[in-house]
């Protein structure tokens, strides 16, 4: 059972068709910064950001909503040089890290997908939601 939610989707509405996927230790994504994890579904694979912003996580499906490209050129390096926000290496759109709402670039005002993180004892994972019977 998780003991803990973060970030801006809760794990709070799971349903029968929800899955979770650990991905890391507590204390793997350092304060103000980013990590890029893989998780396979059914579906296939899918990216994840997992971002620590003040001791607060968040996560978000690693793909920009303008292009549907990665957000990463290089493994791990999703945030801008003041390392407030989440950035896209394709086209430079700046996403707020507690919400994933772009603020600059082609998708201002549209919003990275985010993803419940939950942790259970000292392992940190996402929940995906599938498709309902």
Same mark, same amino acid.
């Given at each position: 059972?998780?003991?803990? @939610? ?18 890391? /230790? ?8 980013? /990590? ?5 579904? $059914?579906?296939?694979?899918?990216? &994840?950001?997992? @971002? ?21 050129? @290089? ?10 926000? &989440? ?22 005002? /549209?919003?990275?997908?985010?993803? $419940? @993180? ?8 996402? &929940?995906?939601?599938? $498709?309902?019977?």
């Amino acid at each position: 059972m998780a003991t803990s @939610v973060y970030g801006a989707a809760t794990a709070d509405t799971m349903t029968m068709t929800d899955t979770r996927y650990p991905l890391c /230790r507590t204390g793997a994504v350092p304060e103000d910064d980013a /990590r890029g994890f893989r998780v396979d579904t $059914p579906d296939g694979p899918r990216g &994840i950001i997992l @971002v620590n912003s003040g001791g607060r996580l968040y996560a978000y499906l690693n793909r920009c909503p303008h292009t549907g490209v990665n957000l990463d050129w @290089v493994p791990d390096r999703f945030l801008d040089g003041s390392r407030h926000y &989440i950035q896209c290496a394709t086209h430079g759109a700046l996403f707020r890290m507690h919400d994933g709402f772009c603020i600059l670039g082609q998708c201002a005002g /549209r919003s990275l997908e985010a993803v $419940p @993180v939950y942790r259970e004892r000292d392992v940190l994972g996402i &929940i995906l939601r599938g $498709p309902a019977d």
